[in-house]
Antibody
Framework: QVQLQESGPGLVKPSGTLSLTCAVSGGSISGRDWWTWVRQPPGKGLEWIGEIYHGGTTNYNSSLKSRVTMSVDKSKNHFSLHLSSLIAADTAVYHC??????????WGQGTLVTVSS | QSALTQPASVSGSPGQSITISCTGT?????????VSWYQHHPGKAPKLIIYEVSNRPSGVSNRFSGSKSGNTASLTISGLQAVDEADYHCYSYTSTTAYVFGTGTKVTVL
């Protein structure tokens, strides 16, 4: 059973960069195809941010593409999200997840990131 | 890519059946059978309950069922129980931005 745990700062400043890491346990990061980030702004629905293949190929939400970078570190069995040029609307609970065959099989519990000065 | 449209809330009494719709377009729900549904109790990790329109993962109650007609997918919960009170989100592969979620539905058990 794959388990995922997000980590990173809970408060970031406007115009800054959000950096989150997702630690993968219960399996190798090379053992599944796509590693995914999803966010949920307060009171709103889930939003797909993007995904990274364990080999490094990425797909990003077109609305965030210019500000998003994802990476995988196989040696540490974790993957990361970087979101730049932050605005208040980026305040959300950020979930990391594991996907195969066009569905998300495992999710992290999520971490709240607030964008505020 | 706009979010798939779900009703904001659906309610039912214990034992009843409810259905949640998820309306997309011919570029997502209507084009692919890659629609999945997630149950989300706030503060916890979402849980996959339906994949590929109508398949249930191992361990998921058979009270959950899924279907699709045209550009609209549906999730039905039969024999509604208090533990079913949660948020439900649909999710689809799309030809435009890879994946898109629904707007989310809050299920209340009366």
């Amino acid at each position: 059973q794959v388990q995922l745990q997000e980590s990173g700062p809970g408060l970031v400043k406007p115009s800054g960069t959000l950096s989150l890491t997702c630690a993968v346990s219960g399996g190798s990061i090379s053992g599944r195809d796509w590693w995914t980030w999803v966010r949920q702004p307060p009171g709103k629905g889930l939003e797909w941010i993007g995904e990274i293949y364990h080999g490094g190929t990425t797909n990003y939400n077109s609305s965030l593409k210019s500000r998003v970078t994802m990476s995988v570190d196989k040696s540490k069995n974790h993957f990361s999200l970087h979101l730049s040029s932050l605005i208040a609307a980026d305040t959300a609970v950020y979930h990391c997840a594991a996907a195969n065959d066009y569905r998300i099989d495992y999710w992290g519990q999520g971490t709240l990131v607030t964008v505020s000065s | 890519q706009s979010a798939l449209t779900q009703p904001a809330s659906v309610s039912g009494s214990p034992g009843q059946s409810i259905t949640i719709s998820c309306t997309g377009t011919s570029s997502d729900v209507g084009a692919y059978n890659f629609v999945s549904w997630y149950q989300h109790h706030p503060g916890k990790a979402p849980k996959l309950i339906i994949y590929e329109v109508s398949n249930r993962p191992s361990g998921v109650s058979n009270r959950f069922s899924g279907s699709k007609s045209g550009n609209t997918a549906s999730l039905t919960i039969s024999g509604l129980q208090a533990v079913d009170e949660a948020d439900y989100h649909c999710y689809s592969y799309t030809s435009t931005t890879a994946y898109v979620f629904g707007t989310g539905t809050k299920v209340t058990v009366l």
